[in-house]
Each structure stands twice: as C-alpha cells, then as structure tokens.
C-alpha cells in the first residue's frame, strides 16, 4: 500500500512540475479559493496532492496560493513524506513567479511548516542563482522558518550570520521573530535583552514584540515582570493591541469571571472590540468555576454576534458539559462546530461517545463516530474503530452498523 502511495505521489509531483510553466486544461482546473477550502478539509496526503496539482494556472490569490501550498506540505508532513515535500518544493521552482521574492518566501515557510530547516537554509543561499530579489522579508520568512521547526539556537545563528553574509540590516520584525525564539525558548529576560538592544540601534519595537514577552513571562509565572514590560510598552507609546489584552485575560481567566469581564470591559474602554479569543477565555473561566449555564449563555452570544468560533470554544464546552454528564447538550454543540468545521480532538469526543452510549443514546454516538471519520485521516479512523468495538458499536460482520447517518 505504501509503495502504490508513492507511485501515486511521484505521478502527482511530475504533474505539477510539468504544469508549473503551462496552463492546465481548464475542464481539469479549479481556482485556488476552491481548493483552499476542499485542503482545509482534505487529510489524507495524496488527495491533498491531487487537489493541489489540479488547481489552476490562472489563479491570481497569493494568499489562497501561499495558504493552499502550505495546507498541503502538512498533510505530507504529518505522514513523514519528506522526500515527497522536497520533491513538490523543487517543483514549485520552475514557476516563473521563483523571481518574485514573495512566492519566493513560500517555499521558506513551505519548508519550515515541515520542520525541514536545513532544507529552508539551501532554498535562502540559492535566491541570486534562481534570479530572485533579496531583502529582510525572505530573511524573515527563513527565521520564522526556524521558529517553526522549532530550532530556536539557529535562529539565532542564522540571525547574526545571514545579514553580515549578504549586506543587509534586519528590521522590526526581524527582531521581533528572534525575541519569539527566546520566549520560546523559555528565556523572556534574553528577549527583553534584545529590546534593549532594539532601543539602542532606533529599531521599532512593536506591540507584537513586546506581547511575545508578555505572554512568555505570564506563562512562566513571573507576573510582577509581565505587568512591569506593560507599563513600559505604554509608557513608550506602544498602545496594546487586542493580541496584548487577550495575553492578560488569560492570564486572569484562571481566577474568577468577574475579573476576566472588567478586563474585556476596560478593553472596550481602550476603544478595542474584544474578539473570539478575549470571550473563549471568559466562557473558559465561567466553565472553570462550575457555571455551565453562564458559560452557554457567551456561546451563544458569540454564535448570534457574528464571531467566528474556534476550535477551543467547542472542545471547552463539550468537555465540561461531559463533566457534568449532560451528553445531549454535548452532542448538540458537537453538531454545531461540524457545521462550522471545527471539530474537536479525539480526546475531547470519546468522552463524549460513552457518555452518549451511557445514557442510551447509541444512534447519535454512532452518528458522531461517522462524522468524524469522514472528516480525518485514516489514523484518526483507525482509533475510532477501536471505540467502537469496546463500546459495542459494531455489526457482526465487524464493520461500523449503517443506522446512524452521519451530522
């Protein structure tokens, strides 16, 4: 099976590099808004492949592009298909647009989103060969490539080697990704290290820098240091965005609800909309204090106001609505993140499942189980099938029974 897969990859991967430079029969194509959405739903690895070698030539969206490639290098990713992700990258040089810088800087983070920083570094040394542009924005594209492989020392490294390499200085955001490793890192003092010398040289240091530290400090418990960076950050005039007070309110969402509420109400009071992530954290702490009914009352709110809700509204409120044994409910808010398409973890929905099986609701558990196992990969699937058998789940012919059709 796994040798067919890669016949299937290779085959995919010589479309796309032949496609690279010509356009594709229109009946075969599709734009690349389409295939953004059918990747955000597509996990098994060579359908992700094959949505994205039939998108469109045509296609104009750098971001729907950028996004799409990116979807599908984690699907690779995810199944440890490393040669088959060096393969779609070198691929994706022979497009005409390899001397844009920006598309350039795809195939960085492409690289990077599958922890293959070795592999960024190469792709960064070959831009003048490759006839592209260089400035800070691949440099910082390659530094947040290291972020997100999770090398944070190299970060570093390629920070103070790169500019002195090539001739340049970085900027603002530069700084900003190497003040994320270190927080990363566990080290927020280093990163305020660099601040200083942001200060020094008449860099910027923008609200998102100093956030990183907030949120870094506060997680390591060092709150007296956190609140003494947020005067500092005002004091400079760096205002606090949303992102800033949504790094206090979960700091404060481990107390009590009221305090969560008068720092969303002194938010407003800044002249800033509290968003999806300020309320989850309000709905999180009213969970957290045993009242449920509170808690529902800002989910609901947040479904009729317009926000868009994540996938850690849902898994919040299921969770505690299992604690509390009310299954029903749970199912419900289950029903309502498929619609949005933010189902939670397996974790999450098999506490769920036996207590739907508890309360002699099998047709929705089974219900549930279909969904799901639409949705994922074949791995996903597989742990569901093992759900099933212990909880009876099954035909006798082993298979899943055919009665509950799916949400």
Request: glycine share 6%; with cysteine.
């Amino acid at each position: 099976m796994k040798n067919l897969s890669s016949q299937i990859s290779r085959r995919l991967l010589r479309h796309l590099s032949t496609t690279a430079t010509t356009a594709a029969a229109p009946s075969s194509t599709i734009t690349i808004h389409k295939a953004k959405h059918k990747l955000q739903k597509e996990h098994v690895p060579d359908k992700a492949l094959e949505i994205y070698s039939s998108v469109s030539s045509n296609s104009t969206s750098p971001l729907s592009s950028r996004y799409a490639k990116q979807l599908t290098v984690q699907r690779l990713a995810k199944s440890r298909r490393f040669d088959d992700i060096e393969t779609l990258i070198e691929s994706l040089k022979n497009d005409p647009k390899i001397t844009q810088e920006p598309y350039f800087c795809t195939l960085i983070r492409c690289y990077g989103k599958a922890g293959m920083f070795d592999h960024a570094i190469k792709l960064y040394d070959q831009m003048e060969e490759l006839g592209t542009p260089r400035s800070c924005l691949s440099f910082n594209a390659l530094l947040a490539a290291g972020n997100n492989s999770r090398v944070f020392d190299r970060v570093h490294q390629v920070f103070d080697e790169m500019p002195e390499k090539y001739g340049f200085d970085p900027d603002k955001i530069s700084y900003g990704i190497l003040v994320k490793a270190c927080c990363e890192k566990g080290e927020p003092e280093m990163g305020l290290k660099i601040i200083e010398e942001m200060d020094g040289k008449g860099v910027e240091v923008t609200a998102v820098t100093f956030t990183t530290v907030l949120d870094s400090l506060y997680r390591i418990g060092k709150v007296d240091e956190a609140e003494r960076v947020w005067g500092e950050m005002v004091e400079k005039g760096c205002v606090p965005d949303v992102a800033a007070w949504n790094v206090k309110i979960g700091h404060a969402h481990a107390g009590e609800p009221e305090g969560v509420m008068g720092l969303i109400v002194e938010m407003e009071g800044a002249g800033l909309k509290p968003d999806t992530i300020s309320y989850n954290y309000l709905l999180a702490c009213y969970c957290r204090n045993d009242r449920l009914d509170e808690a529902m009352k800002v989910y609901e709110d947040l479904a009729k106001g317009g926000f868009r809700l994540k996938v850690a509204t849902f898994r919040t409120l299921i969770s505690y609505l299992c604690k509390k044994e009310d299954y029903a409910k749970g199912y419900d808010v289950f029903k309502r993140s498929v619609f949005h398409n933010k189902i939670p973890d397996f974790g999450t929905l098999k506490v769920l499942v036996e207590g739907l099986v508890k309360k002699k609701r099998k047709k929705d558990a089974k219900g549930l189980i279909r969904t799901v196992k639409k949705r994922f990969p074949p791995s996903f699937t597989n742990a569901w099938k093992k759900v099933e058998a212990e909880l009876g789940l099954l035909n006798e012919e082993g298979s899943a029974n055919d009665d509950a059709p799916a949400v």
